[in-house]
């Protein structure tokens, strides 16, 4: 399995609370994306990083911001939760010719 | 705009009963067509990465092709396991070097 990790792996949060996801890689790949997963949508990038303090926004990236301090670590904070953000968020990595996922974090707002 | 439309939707299959799923995309470039399959569950799991029309890449009983138009992926003499939804997604040369998804096809196997 590629190295990455994500955490937490749920979470059910209330609306208007700030959330932040984690995803953790072991690879030392440039580039890290957060996506996420609605039925009927497929999968749909939030925001995206080349590089340490670098990074920059996708097509769904209203309500969201990320944070990369570490080439290792890639941040996704909803800053005030809505029950429109109850989704399954998806990390990825890529090298040249591939691209792989974290397992997922399943979200919850009520 | 780049655009990524799979069919079916979902496909039903004997085991041992051939067939193709199918990667139709619109894309301002190719740099590459990526399949995945995803587990209920489960994070898409990387299967290939295609380049340009012509090539076609082989794993156990899955092979990818790619035209200029779209990209099928065959799979011969499916078994239970192969159960699954298949993901394909774009890259386009210019943009935000990200991958463009389509929704999937999901595959159901009976034995």
């Known amino acids: 399995d590629a190295g990455i990790t994500q955490s937490p792996r749920h979470k059910v949060t209330e609306t208007g609370t700030p959330v932040t996801l984690r995803c953790h890689q072991t690879e030392n790949h440039r580039y890290m994306y957060w996506y996420r997963q609605d039925p009927g949508h497929g999968l749909r990038l939030i925001h995206y990083s080349y590089g340490v303090k670098d990074t920059d926004k996708g097509e769904v990236s209203d309500g969201y911001s990320v944070s990369r301090s570490k080439t290792e670590d890639f941040l996704l904070t909803l800053e005030s939760a809505t029950s429109s953000q109850t989704s399954v968020y998806f990390c990825a990595i890529r090298s040249d010719s591939e691209a792989f996922f974290g397992q997922g974090t399943r979200l919850t707002v009520v | 705009e780049d655009q990524v439309t799979q069919s079916p939707e979902a496909l039903r299959l004997q085991e041992g009963e051939s067939s193709s799923l199918n990667c139709s995309y619109t894309?301002?470039?190719?740099?590459?067509l990526f399949w995945y399959r995803q587990d209920p569950g489960k994070g898409p799991e990387f299967l290939f990465t295609?380049?340009?029309a012509g090539e076609e890449k082989e794993k156990e009983r899955l092979k990818a092709t790619l035209t200029k138009k779209e990209s099928f992926l065959h799979i011969t003499a499916p078994k239970p396991e192969d159960s699954a939804t298949y993901l394909c997604?774009?890259?386009?040369?210019?943009?935000?070097?990200?991958?463009?998804f389509g929704t999937g096809t999901r595959l159901t196997v009976i034995p």
């Open positions: 295609l380049y340009s």
């Open positions: 894309v301002s470039g190719l740099r590459g």
């Open positions: 997604a774009v890259q386009a040369k210019t943009g935000a070097n990200n991958l463009f």
